[in-house]
């Protein structure tokens, strides 16, 4: 069994290359991921601001935070939830949005922020509609997505904008923004980023 390694040289984000970032946004593969923070509803007045660093104070003070993807992100889900319990200590859970309904909406508040991978592929109606689903009982949704519309806006609180990309390559694309959140968070609850209690270097016993 391999074991997870946190070398300082391989922290998420360090601290010298993120002040060394764009203002509004991070540059990836020649594109620039934007992160557009504001109001729910207020789509016109939604200013920019640094990847992860509204939303991490936002909410850093969770107790909970749930994770969905379709098809081929759903993995994507359940690596940034693990990411953001193995550094942050925060309860999270990834999930199938098409299984949302038997049992984690059971769960949803206005004290659940809900982390939501939706890319301009197939299933982004239904995803969409899985969208609904939380807001109506006032989840807290931060989309992650290539293809901003208006209904999207009208239900998500944060959006977190990627550029577009084949749908078969959007995991890839999406997992920078989830681990940068993950970062952002650890960093404002004033964690250890680079050795996370309780995981060992290298782990040597079944």
Do not use: C
Request: charged share 25%; hydrophobic share 40%.
């Amino acid at each position: 069994m391999e074991g997870r390694k946190f070398p300082k040289s391989a922290r998420l984000l360090s601290q010298a290359h993120y002040k060394s970032l764009h203002k509004n946004s991070v540059r990836l593969f020649g594109e620039h991921i934007t992160l557009n923070v504001g109001q729910k509803k207020s789509p016109t007045a939604r200013p920019t601001a640094k990847l992860g660093i509204t939303v991490s104070r936002k909410y850093g003070k969770a107790h909970d935070f749930l994770y969905l993807g379709r098809g081929v992100n759903y993995p994507v889900a359940l690596e940034g939830a693990l990411k953001l319990k193995e550094i942050s200590y925060i309860h999270a859970e990834g999930y199938s949005a098409g299984e949302m309904k038997h049992g984690p909406i059971a769960l949803i508040d206005e004290n659940m922020p809900v982390v939501v991978l939706i890319p301009n592929d197939n299933v982004f109606e239904k995803t969409l509609s899985n969208l609904k689903e939380v807001e109506s009982r006032n989840g807290r949704i931060i989309a992650v997505t290539d293809h901003v519309n208006a209904e999207l806006e009208e239900v998500a609180w944060e959006i977190i904008e990627v550029p577009p990309t084949h749908r078969l390559l959007a995991p890839v694309l999406l997992t920078v923004p989830l681990q940068l959140l993950a970062y952002q968070i650890a960093v404002y609850r004033s964690t250890d980023v680079d050795q996370p209690r309780n995981l060992a270097k290298s782990v040597t016993v079944e």
